[in-house]
């Protein structure tokens, strides 16, 4: 597996798996839990979480599906912006850590930006990492201004910052990812495959037919030719899994990539971020 380096040097797979969604259907769980299983195995061991999704209870999902597999594991989870604060972060934290099984999550982001200070959620994530609930902490969904403020309020040491960004979501290209590569801080792609939506795209199938690939396939491989992008597609099905480990083998050509450019053109003005 391809690996990309957090800021302290550590290093992650660069495709993961997202979880949204997941575990919420008592008739799908085995089938959910065998395409996860089979994730790791093929080394997609960076799992993506939040105490948001099904309130709770993806993250009880994965407790039980990880049964066995977590030193494995990349934990990332996320905490609501109205958690992540002085009084309750801690105690949302917990009951993470309760709900996944473990005794730490690898990886702790802000879901995204609410009302509390953000000095305030670094001081608090600060804390959970001195006192070994986190192994490093982040942000997710905030913009190059909010990046520049948090840096101000004492956050250089985050992680990542995990954003909306596949190809027809290039926003970003403009001035935050610039922002973060200078400061060696990789960007975690959510959404990849835009929910299934880049399957319909022509240029994608263009492509794709020329490299015997799927269209997402094409779709996860652009992005992970960028050596600090990781990427989280949610995959519920084998099948899914299967082909999305396979997009780490595509290399896509000068020709592919122009392609692609002139159907996805890069920015060319400061975009605000997008969030799903
Ligand atoms: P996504 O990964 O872009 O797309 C998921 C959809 O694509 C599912 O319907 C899945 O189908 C399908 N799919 C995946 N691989 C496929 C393949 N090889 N062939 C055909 N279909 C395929 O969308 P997402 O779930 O929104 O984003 C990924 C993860 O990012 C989330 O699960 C979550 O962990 C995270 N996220 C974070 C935020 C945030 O605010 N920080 C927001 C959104 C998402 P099946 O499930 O049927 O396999």
Not at 19 to 43: C, D, H, P, S
Not at 47 to 62: C, H, K, N, R, V
Not at 223 to 243: G, M, S
Not at 250 to 265: C, G, H, Y
Request: charged share 25%.
């Amino acid at each position: 597996m391809r690996k990309v380096s957090l800021p302290d040097g550590e290093t992650v797979p660069a495709l993961g798996q997202g979880t949204w969604r997941l575990g919420e259907n008592r008739n799908r769980r085995a089938e959910e839990i065998a395409a996860l299983r089979e994730g790791v195995a093929q080394g997609l061991s960076l799992i993506d979480t939040a105490e948001m999704y099904g309130d709770g209870a993806t993250e009880s999902f994965l407790g039980e599906a990880l049964n066995g597999l977590r030193d494995q594991v990349f934990l990332v989870s996320k905490v609501y912006p109205q958690n992540a604060g002085r009084a309750r972060l801690t105690q949302a934290c917990e009951h993470s850590l309760r709900r996944l099984a473990t005794d730490r999550i690898d990886l702790y982001l802000l879901h995204w930006r609410g009302n509390i200070p953000l000095g305030e959620t670094v001081l608090a994530m600060q804390a959970l990492q001195t006192a070994g609930k986190i192994r490093h902490w982040g942000v997710s969904n905030l913009d190059t201004a909010d990046m520049q403020e948090l840096e101000k309020a004492g956050g250089t040491d985050a992680a990542t910052n995990q954003i909306l960004y596949n190809l027809t979501r290039r926003g970003p290209e403009f001035d935050l990812l610039p922002w973060m590569h200078e400061r060696r801080m990789p960007m975690m792609a959510y959404s990849p495959v835009e929910q299934g939506r880049l399957a319909g795209k022509s240029a994608l199938k263009t492509v794709a037919g020329r490299l015997g690939a799927t269209p997402l396939q094409v779709a996860l491989a652009w992005i992970l030719r960028n050596p600090e992008a990781i990427a989280i597609p949610k995959a519920a099905r084998l099948d899914h899994v299967r082909q999305n480990r396979q997009a780490l083998d595509i290399t896509l050509s000068p020709e592919d990539l122009a392609e692609l450019d002139k159907a996805f053109p890069a920015p060319v003005r400061k975009a605000p971020l997008e969030m799903l």
